[in-house]
């Protein structure tokens, strides 16, 4: 069994753990599988964090940042899909055209029950 715990305001450190900032950059090293034959690895999370780096400039995203933005996105493809019931439609859905922002970023968006997010590589929720 593998137990992974993550603590806060630097207390790693103290046991060799590691910082944020490294967990920033082992987050946006890794590549992920494409689910658009012929199925390459694609850097889709750095993109990602180079979105919000330039959005926050001067600051950096962390590797919050960027599980909070794909939840996010998760969040508003399901609002796209028709059959999605208020409870799980997030509010600023009617203030932003979801299609366009998601376009800006170099992703599609399907309309599909099962959302996905195609960037060059995909990102699927679960």
């Keep these: ?16 753990g590691p ?3 490294q967990l920033t950059d082992n987050v946006r090293q ?9 199925y390459p690895m694609v850097p889709f999370l750095d993109r990602v964090a180079q979105a919000l780096d330039t959005y926050f400039d001067p600051s950096l995203s ?4 960027i599980f909070y933005t794909l939840e996010s996105l998760t969040s508003f493809s399901k609002a ?7 409870k799980f439609k997030p509010h600023l ?5 979801v299609r366009s922002l998601v376009s800006k970023f170099g ?3 399907s309309s599909k029950s099962r959302s996905n997010f195609d960037c ?3 990102y699927q929720p679960i």
């Design 120 to 122: 060059c590589g995909t």
């Design 93 to 97: 859905g009617a203030f932003l055209d």
């Design 30 to 38: 890794t590549q992920q599988q494409s689910a658009i034959s012929p």
């Design 19 to 21: 910082l944020s900032t």
């Design 80 to 86: 796209l899909d028709i059959q999605t019931i208020k």
């Design 1 to 16: 069994m593998r137990v992974t715990s993550l603590l806060g305001a630097g207390a790693s450190v103290d046991i060799g």
């Design 62 to 65: 962390h590797f919050e940042d």
């Design 107 to 109: 992703v599609s968006i």
